[in-house]
């Protein structure tokens, strides 16, 4: 019903930029949260960066300052820019948004399907 495409992930060495994009398609009424995850091998999944509907973000305290959350909504795409990249970045990128497929439904969450971001020093 709902598809996720993630993208923009790659090798870059520390202090490098990269710029993910998140793709929702489908039957799509409205987007409410979109968010950022990483997970990095043996380690559990955390949370990265979200948006809300409104454009209030928030950001995992160790990316404050070097990575930016935004959104287009005419797209229905999220994005991650990543600036300053350092080797603890290195991880998986998985995006999640909360969906709402009808009008009068509920917001159910999605997941893209991860893009590797590998940071080399």
């Known amino acids: 019903q709902v598809q996720l495409v993630e993208s923009g992930g790659g090798l870059v060495q520390a202090g490098g930029s990269l710029r993910l994009s998140c793709a929702a398609h489908?039957?799509?009424?409205?987007?409410?949260?979109m968010d950022w995850y990483r997970q990095a091998p043996g380690l559990q999944r955390e949370l990265v960066a979200s948006?809300?509907?409104?454009?209030?973000?928030y950001y995992l305290d160790s990316v404050k300052g070097r990575f930016t959350i935004s959104r287009d909504d005419a797209k229905n795409t999220g994005y991650l820019q990543m600036s300053s990249l350092k080797v603890e970045d290195t991880a998986v990128y998985y995006c999640n948004m909360e969906v709402e497929t009808l009008s009068w439904g509920n917001y159910y969450g999605y997941w893209g399907q991860g893009t590797q971001v590998t940071v080399s020093s």
């Open positions: 489908g039957s799509i009424y409205s987007i409410n949260t």
């Open positions: 948006i809300t509907r409104d454009g209030n973000p």
